[in-house]
């Protein structure tokens, strides 16, 4: 896992950081609709889905060693 990324539902205003595992939840996005989720980590940005009930793995493959 990349140290410290952070995770963002901007549609909702809500921010987490990750774990030492790389884990993180929003308890209070309703898991009934799909949401956008940015994710900032060294300087670089991904967007993904995220679908109720899917496990989700975002990757920063050019960041990793």
């Known amino acids: 896992p ?3 990324p952070t ?3 901007a549609a ?3 921010f987490a ?5 790389g884990a993180f939840r929003f308890p209070t996005v ?3 609709s ?6 900032r980590a060294k ?3 991904r967007t993904v889905r995220a679908r109720p009930g899917e496990a989700l793995r975002i ?4 960041l990793e060693g």
């Open 12 to 14: 909702l205003g809500l």
């Open 30 to 32: 309703p898991a009934t």
């Open 2 to 4: 990349i140290a410290d």
């Open 43 to 45: 300087r670089h940005i």
């Open 17 to 21: 950081r990750t774990d030492g595992d």
């Open 34 to 39: 799909a949401v956008s989720l940015v994710v």
């Open 7 to 9: 995770v963002e539902v």
């Open 59 to 62: 990757r920063f493959d050019d």
